[in-house]
């Protein structure tokens, strides 16, 4: 190679090489900050009147929400005052066929005040209801287990009213540019998953001590 | 003299081919490990189409002595990348070398990667399944190389 050629050569492999990095580094990190409303119609765990809230997009069928559901319980016993844990559903229907089903059961069982029981419930027996191909006798099971009307039960899954309730919140999380679950907002703020409950307890904190 | 010429001209053209094909390879390779270091740092690939990536990504297995595993992919690509460049410029024989044989250090670890994955973490990460496939086609690439020696 001429001097004159080996210095566009290298100059344009380094540009295009620093240029897809950067886009790759951009697509793996999106930075939303989906302002994220709280409305009165909310499940919600922790004082109402807290600093800080914690709303967290979650899909029943997702292995890695099940893990985080007892950082965030754990969170709203410890910290209950401090902060106010939202639930809103994100089911990814395309690969967890069953989500949708739970999410109406949660919002079902939430017609009879027991949406946090069957939402734990859930979660705790996620193994043995996420490779079914109709999960609903066993969500029926669940609501029999929780001492539910199961005949309210039964007619409020398949209620259009709970169907829209968990279309909605997709729809939020849509909105707020959600690309997977769980995905944790603070104070409207989207956060990285934090990998432990420690680092959990210390965003709240940091955030409380940011207003405070 | 054609008859020299000839086969002399094609030999160089066929090896120009194959180091383009390590430039793109490892190229792809990098940006790869780039996109699974940044969701390992951020802990953002959960559950979306990509299942299986969380799993994976913050197993005890995804550090060695706290440097992430993607990043070190990282490092071993860039290096492939750089000698496929260097050897574009100038031909000359250690990055050839390195092209050669470096390769398959890097599918073998990819091996005993792939081994964690199905045996031990039982989680499946499509983005390191992605990275496997490189390393293998570098590994062949690299045997492709020795062999034309």
Same mark, same amino acid.
């Given at each position: ?212 | ?67 992430? #595993?993607?990043?070190? +992919?990282?490092?071993?690509? *860039? %290096? =492939? @990348?750089?000698?496929? /460049? ?42 390191? #399944?992605?990275?496997? +496939?490189?390393?293998?086609? *570098? %590994? =062949? @690439?690299?045997?492709? /190389?020795?062999?034309?020696?």
């Amino acid at each position: 190679m001429k001097k004159e050629n080996k210095i566009w050569f290298w100059s344009i492999s380094i540009l295009v090489l620093v240029l897809l990095t950067w886009i790759v580094i951009n697509a793996a990190n999106p930075n939303s900050n989906g302002s994220t409303v709280v409305t009165d119609q909310e499940w919600s765990k922790g004082s109402p009147d807290a600093l800080v809230t914690l709303i967290e997009y979650s899909d029943f069928q997702c292995p890695a929400c099940a893990t985080y559901y007892q950082m965030i319980n754990k969170l709203a016993d410890e910290m209950g005052d401090e902060v106010l844990v939202i639930y809103r559903h994100y089911p990814l229907a395309s690969i967890h066929p069953q989500a949708e089903l739970a999410a109406q059961a949660a919002e079902a069982a939430g017609q009879q005040g027991a949406f946090w029981d069957m939402h734990d419930k859930l979660f705790e027996e996620q193994h043995a209801w996420s490779n079914q191909s109709d999960a609903k006798d066993i969500f029926i099971g669940y609501a029999e287990e929780l001492n539910l009307d199961i005949a309210k039960f039964k007619s409020d899954i398949a209620n259009s009213d709970i169907k829209d309730a968990v279309k909605d919140d997709r729809k939020s999380g849509d909105k707020a540019l959600i690309e997977g679950t769980p995905t944790l907002f603070l104070n409207g703020e989207k956060i990285n998953n934090p990998r432990s409950y420690d680092k959990l307890r210390q965003a709240v904190k940091d955030e409380l001590s940011k207003i405070q | 003299m054609t008859n020299l010429d000839k086969p002399l001209k094609t030999s160089s053209q066929k090896y120009n081919k194959l180091i383009y094909i390590f430039t793109a390879i490892s190229l792809l390779g990098f940006l790869d490990a780039i996109y699974l270091t940044t969701s390992h740092y951020t802990g953002h690939i959960t559950c979306s189409v990509i299942s299986g990536c969380q799993e994976v990504l913050v197993s005890q297995y995804s550090e060695i002595f706290g440097i992430p #595993l993607a990043l070190l +992919g990282a490092a071993y690509y *860039l %290096f =492939i @990348l750089i000698n496929s /460049l260097l050897y574009i410029d100038n031909q000359n024989k250690y990055s050839k070398l390195v092209l050669s044989y470096i390769p398959i250090f890097g599918f073998l670890f990819s091996i005993y990667l792939i081994y964690l994955m199905f045996f031990v973490i039982e989680a499946l990460c499509q983005y390191c #399944l992605l990275s496997a +496939g490189t390393s293998t086609l *570098l %590994f =062949i @690439l690299g045997i492709i /190389l020795i062999k034309k020696k």
